[in-house]
């Protein structure tokens, strides 16, 4: 099994940027793919960012593309904010998939992923 523990969340302006991330432990070398959601007060959680545990393949939501970056180093994935907007304020969750599929498109079904985090709660002021 891996485990994911989530930091990097705060209070922020509109404009700021923000770096959050994820670190994985435990089975790693079983994961294929990691993810960032979001779940913002009366919403369902909602797809941000994945990227193949092995490669650099990734991809966004379109609310975000431009704006936000997901990268590893090790065992540690990043979310990387830019441009923040007050639409962004959510908890944000990492996750952890063993699930291999052929696409990155797999990966924007919160179902496709066994391990999350606790979330890390991000708030955006404009």
């Known amino acids: 099994q891996v485990h994911v523990v989530e930091s990097g969340g705060k209070s922020v302006q509109a404009g700021d940027s923000l770096r959050l991330s994820c670190v994985a432990s435990?089975?790693?070398?079983?994961?294929?793919?990691m993810a960032w959601f979001r779940q913002a007060p009366g919403n369902q959680r909602e797809f941000v960012a994945s990227m193949r545990w092995r490669g650099t393949t990734t991809d966004y939501a379109d609310s975000v593309k431009g704006r936000f970056t997901i990268s590893r180093t090790g065992d540690t994935v990043s979310l990387q904010m830019n441009s923040l907007k007050p639409e962004d304020t959510a908890i944000y969750y990492c996750?952890?998939?063993?699930?291999?599929?052929?696409?990155?498109?797999?990966?924007?079904?919160?179902?496709?992923?066994?391990?999350w985090g606790q979330g890390t709660q991000v708030t955006v002021s404009s």
């Open positions: 996750a952890a998939s063993t699930l291999l599929y052929p696409s990155t498109n797999y990966y924007r079904s919160s179902q496709k992923f066994e391990s």
């Open positions: 435990g089975r790693t070398y079983t994961t294929n793919a």
